[in-house]
């Protein structure tokens, strides 16, 4: 186990797309709003108007004006969605999609954008696509969810123009044209999409082609941050740590590593434990390297559960946990993170561990292998060469 890994901040960052939230949430911000209106609208959802039902649904969906309380939205929001309420069946949607008030249900949820997008609700058409994109509620179609995307985007659906860039990007549903991609992040990061500025940010410092451009790049990173995108704050943070087309400063990588957290985002927690467990930029601290690891593992960041897993497989730092390593790793397995396949073979290699299996090692080796971990490839070659050998 003493060839044991870890994963240290990267730029090979995940992207994604995103699902539009709820919606239609400020209306206790209106100057004409008031308890007298409150008790009103009320008044009028009680004796059965709909669009005052739907108001009343997103209100407590979203704690406008009033305390958050899921199981009223639901009533209010189903009993509008009952009758086509557009409105009332897109926050439905969203409600099933994210569990609020109950288990997740993304049939119900596909079932509520479908309806809604056929009233012309243009955030159920952006989430419509989301669905196929994942196979959420529906067979996964990638085709059908760029063409949704699509027909959203040319609504001006600032979230739909970033998801089509992102398609575009990697060619998902639809033929690769990084010239489009670079223009649906751009007209999406104006009309006030984060993820776009970040997408953006991120396709101006990394692109191969001539609109390659790092200045600008790091400029829409820093706007997607000041904006609340955690993993913006992330990547400015590895850009500084790996030395980036700039001189490596781990006190900068600290101070944006810091600025994700502080937005929840478990990468840059993750990141932040990396740069406590091996004191750059910070002094040696391992009790917040581990809170750090704990924090992001608890949201199921995969780089976490490998680093948590290579400290308690080794007894580094904190008491040897054999189960709970493997535990950890097998939890970022299944996140594809090919770092915890090679740490758990090693597991199953060790005699005196409670999970040794040679077979199984191999395995997880071999697959490992296929992933690009060197270190497997090399310790494959090795036993390979040492099975060769002839016994005395």
Not at 93 to 118: E, N
Not at 269 to 275: C, E, H, P, Y
Request: hydrophobic share 40%.
């Amino acid at each position: 186990m003493d060839f044991a890994i870890q994963q240290e901040p990267t730029t090979d960052v995940v992207i994604t797309t995103v699902a539009a939230k709820l919606a239609g949430t400020t209306y206790s911000a209106s100057p004409d709003y008031n308890e007298m209106v409150f008790l009103l609208l009320q008044q009028a959802a009680t004796g059965g108007d709909t669009a005052s039902m739907s108001k009343l649904g997103a209100m407590y969906a979203s704690g406008d004006g009033v305390p958050k309380d899921y199981s009223r939205a639901l009533v209010f929001l189903r009993r509008a969605a009952g009758r086509n309420d557009p409105l009332a069946l897109y926050n439905l949607g969203v409600m099933y999609t994210r569990g609020y008030g109950g288990s997740p249900d993304p049939a119900q949820a596909f079932q509520c954008y479908l309806k809604a997008s056929r009233l012309g609700q243009v955030d159920a058409l952006c989430n419509l696509g989301y669905c196929y994109q994942n196979g959420l509620g529906c067979v996964r179609n990638l085709q059908l969810a760029f063409e949704r995307y699509r027909a959203a985007a040319e609504l001006g659906h600032a979230v739909a123009r970033s998801n089509c860039g992102y398609m575009k990007e990697l060619g998902l549903g639809t033929p690769v044209d990084i010239e489009e991609a670079f223009a649906y992040y751009r007209a999406a990061s104006g009309g006030g999409c984060v993820e776009a500025a970040y997408n953006l940010g991120r396709l101006l410092i990394f692109s191969m082609t001539s609109h390659a451009d790092f200045a600008a790049g790091r400029e829409w990173l820093h706007k997607a941050g000041e904006r609340g995108s955690g993993d913006a704050w992330n990547l400015l943070g590895c850009i500084e740590y790996k030395g980036h087309k700039m001189p490596r400063n781990y006190d900068r990588a600290r101070e944006f590593f810091q600025k994700g957290a502080a937005l929840g985002n478990p990468a840059a927690t993750s990141n932040l434990g990396w740069l406590y467990q091996n004191g750059f930029g910070v002094e040696r601290d391992m009790p917040k390297a581990i809170a750090c690891y704990e924090e992001a593992a608890a949201k199921q960041y995969s780089g976490a559960l490998c680093n948590l897993g290579y400290l308690l497989m080794l007894g580094q730092d904190m008491e040897r946990d054999w189960a709970r390593a493997a535990e950890c790793f097998r939890a970022a397995m299944t996140l594809n993170n090919p770092t915890a396949l090679f740490n758990l073979a090693l597991l199953h290699l060790h005699p005196e561990s409670e999970f040794h299996d040679e077979q199984h090692a191999l395995a997880l080796l071999k697959k490992a292998e296929r992933a690009g971990v060197v270190e497997a490839r090399d310790l494959l070659a090795t036993m390979i060469q040492d099975r060769s050998q002839p016994h005395a």
